[in-house]
């Protein structure tokens, strides 16, 4: 998965970019208060799985997304 496919995926799922500071993104849900901030400039670069975890983690427990929609986004975005 990379930077670029994962902010693919956050804005389909309704994130949208607030600001961008540098080579970084930063992101927000109408229905989450805190911002998601991703690089731009390694768009092409994978992300490290410990990131992508923790975004996962981020969307799934703020009630955006269930874990097995999320999962599906991911999949149909990787191929």
Do not use: C, D, W
Request: hydrophobic content about 40%; overall charge positive.
């Amino acid at each position: 998965m990379t930077y670029k496919n994962l902010l693919q995926i956050l804005k389909t799922i309704g994130f949208i970019k607030i600001a961008t500071m540098g080579s970084h993104v930063m992101l927000q849900h109408p229905n989450y208060p805190q911002r998601i901030t991703i690089p731009l400039s390694s768009s092409k670069k994978e992300i490290p799985a410990g990131t992508l975890a923790a975004i996962k983690k981020i969307v799934i427990e703020a009630g955006i997304i269930s874990k097995e929609e999320l999962n599906k986004q991911l999949l149909i975005n990787s191929q």
